[in-house]
């Protein structure tokens, strides 16, 4: 099996993903990386973000988590009116939303965590989070 | 009124329902029994599978009890636009969810239980359901 | 790290857990297994059992996981007055009980996963717990 | 009014207060940052820490946060029979722990944020994070 995230590696995905917003002029982002029990491993909000962004943050990363899915998925399966999709979140405690910016963190092609970003659009939450992992050797299902 | 479940028969069915899968070559299924009142009496998790499956599980297995009804007809209720369905969710706190893998199990024509199934599609985990219920001489509401 | 803990070992620690309670004639025992995240493996509940015993397993075996420590020394600091422990129960929302019969697995001195016994007295869910998994050849923390 | 905390500075206290743990040779500690409204600026897990530690560091500055007072005051109180702290935990949603750890932050006499630390006994936590708060030009109240 694959071993387990390291808070090092944790806070390397982060900043590589801040760095890709940086570079591309995003809007703040806030990065939350789980491990692959969905417990927080590491987190920073982007100056000037709403208050809500540990929450928003969360609900991709751990929704991601507990389905072995990416984001992208999730939010298509959504949009078709997949039915679980609509239940989801209440299943899940409030810790899953179907959008794009949650990701699962692959090693070796084993789930090691979840990734969740926001700040941006989706599109550019989901752009920031592929290149942080991507950046820092790790596969991603986003 | 009908003998209610046993451990020994909550554990027949599942191994039945493994067995069905397997020999259908489907994903490692999660399969969960609830008693009569919806409380779990046996549960098991499929290798490699995603943490999340025991509250998808529950919530097809709980939401069938609940209402007493198949996780098909509950589905087909939520796609018509029933209200009733959307709500369904939060009023069970997260333990129901309209898709199907969430059957009745009857005996004598009684609810004696429930069975959650999920980790193919939803129309495989339903089949395997049915098929571990029917070979442990259980009717079933799908 | 230390592989996690497959399905087929966790059945087989419920098994052993199971085979212990009988043989020193104990009440009907529930057994929940747990991954390293907190998340059901595998559950059974003991026939004529209350239904509340998934939940009470669950507590004990998931606040021992979030805390790392054994349900005796949990129990311990309770009964001294630590504050924590009177708190943790509403912290982790409700999956967190200061009662023995929680303990965590061990494989090679790392926590793989937890397990919660209930339904005798505390002292014998404890005592089959620690046989079964000491019979399977897993360390535990109790 | 006192400027906002910034991601820069929250992320510099963890640092420093992760450097005062290992400086004195203490256990992997978790560190959490929130804003003057409660919310998640910063948060790393020590490696090998236990699941819970984010909510327990939660519980910890939160609580300072909510009621406006350090750690040490609300453990006396409780350990007093103060009947607010055994309610406090249910009405601040488990985000509330008596016990020493958790501190407010302060600039120029203000509470700009609070602070929580876990992984050490509750008085090493204390005095990393204290000694994380002086190193970065913070006043605090633990």
């Known amino acids: 099996m694959s071993a387990a995230?390291?808070?090092?590696?944790?806070?390397?995905?982060i900043a590589a993903v801040q760095a890709h917003g940086r570079a591309e002029r995003m809007e703040p982002l806030s990065v939350l990386v789980l491990d692959a029990g969905g417990h927080p491993l590491a987190f920073?909000?982007?100056?000037?973000t709403p208050p809500g962004h540990f929450t928003i943050a969360q609900a991709k990363a751990h929704g991601c988590l507990m389905i072995h899915a990416g984001g992208t998925a999730i939010e298509e399966r959504a949009a078709a009116g997949d039915p679980f999709m609509?239940?989801?979140?209440?299943?899940?405690?409030?810790?899953?939303?179907?959008?794009?910016?949650?990701?699962?963190?692959?090693?070796?092609?084993?789930v090691v965590g979840a990734l969740?970003?926001?700040?941006?659009?989706?599109?550019?939450?989901?752009?920031?989070?592929?290149?942080?992992?991507?950046?820092?050797?790790?596969?991603?299902?986003?």
Chains 1, 2, 3, 4 share one sequence.
Not at 7 to 12: G, H, I, P, V, Y
Not at 117 to 138: I, M, P, Q
Request: charged share 20%; hydrophobic share 40%; glycine share 22%.
């Open 5 to 13: 995230l390291t808070l090092a590696e944790a806070k390397s995905v």
């Open 44 to 48: 920073e909000r982007g100056d000037g």
């Open 86 to 110: 609509q239940a989801a979140p209440t299943l899940f405690g409030g810790r899953f939303v179907a959008c794009r910016g949650g990701m699962l963190i692959l090693r070796d092609g084993t």
């Open 116 to 142: 969740g970003v926001t700040g941006d659009t989706s599109e550019n939450d989901l752009a920031a989070g592929l290149a942080g992992l991507d950046a820092c050797g790790f596969g991603a299902e986003g």
